[in-house]
């Protein structure tokens, strides 16, 4: 039982670049969400899913794409990266209605150059 | 619009002590609040927690009091050691969590 993997762990892009971070659980949680987090700030939702064939916008989606075409992965897309999506980011993934919160990737470190 | 913050972003603490962290909430629909610990180069990691209907919980080491009237959370570690120092997060809600700022805690030896 992995938990959540997140990869990579660390990504260089140059602005301009489109790339996948990719995302995996093998608990068969119905529920996966991506956050970014920034220096000095919370966690912030760019899309999640509820279940394969699913998905819907978070807080801060615009550039950024996904989809879940199984229960188990739940990549994001990066259309065409902009240095304001240096961040790290992190999946999360959770049975729906699960009153223990959500289980948390490592996280992804992206600086786009 | 509807936000979950925190009182204060750092806070220092001596091995042994008891800390407090703190954490506002503007949403009054919310029912549920989780505590999260979020060491460097990690994920956040649950910590505890609470649903509206209650006023405390206690786990191991923290405790977790919801104030409803001021619409205010506070995780309690007791005996707080090196290895509590991270960065708490309080959220709302598991649909779609909303997370507040964070605190920095530093337990110094």
């Known amino acids: 039982n992995a938990g959540v993997t997140q990869t990579p762990k660390f990504q260089v892009l140059k602005t301009g670049q489109s790339m996948t971070l990719q995302c995996a659980q093998d608990?068969?949680?119905?529920?996966m969400s991506w956050y970014r987090q920034d220096p000095g700030m919370g966690l912030r939702l760019i899309h999640y899913?509820?279940?394969?064939?699913?998905?819907d916008q978070g807080e801060v989606p615009n550039g950024y794409n996904v989809s879940r075409s199984t229960t188990e992965d739940f990549p994001l897309r990066l259309l065409s990266a902009a240095p304001s999506q240096t961040s790290v980011y992190f999946c999360a993934s959770s049975l729906l209605g699960t009153p223990y919160g959500y289980t948390f990737g490592s996280g992804t470190r992206l600086t786009v150059v | 619009g509807e936000s979950v913050g925190l009182h204060l972003p750092t806070l220092s603490v001596q091995e042994g002590d008891n800390s407090i962290i703190n954490c506002a909430y503007s949403?009054?629909?919310?029912?549920?609040f989780i505590w999260y610990k979020q060491e460097s180069g990690k994920g956040p990691q649950f910590i505890i927690d609470i649903r509206s209907n209650m006023d405390k919980r206690q786990g191991q080491r923290v405790t977790v009091l919801l104030n409803k009237t001021v619409k205010h959370l506070s995780l309690q570690i007791a005996a707080t050691q090196p290895g509590d120092s991270a960065v708490y997060f309080c959220?709302?809600?598991?649909?779609?969590?909303?997370f507040g700022q964070g605190t920095i805690l530093t337990v110094h030896p």
């Open positions: 959220a709302e809600n598991p649909g779609k969590l909303t």
């Open positions: 608990m068969n949680h119905e529920y």
């Open positions: 949403n009054s629909a919310s029912d549920y």
């Open positions: 899913s509820v279940g394969a064939g699913i998905t």
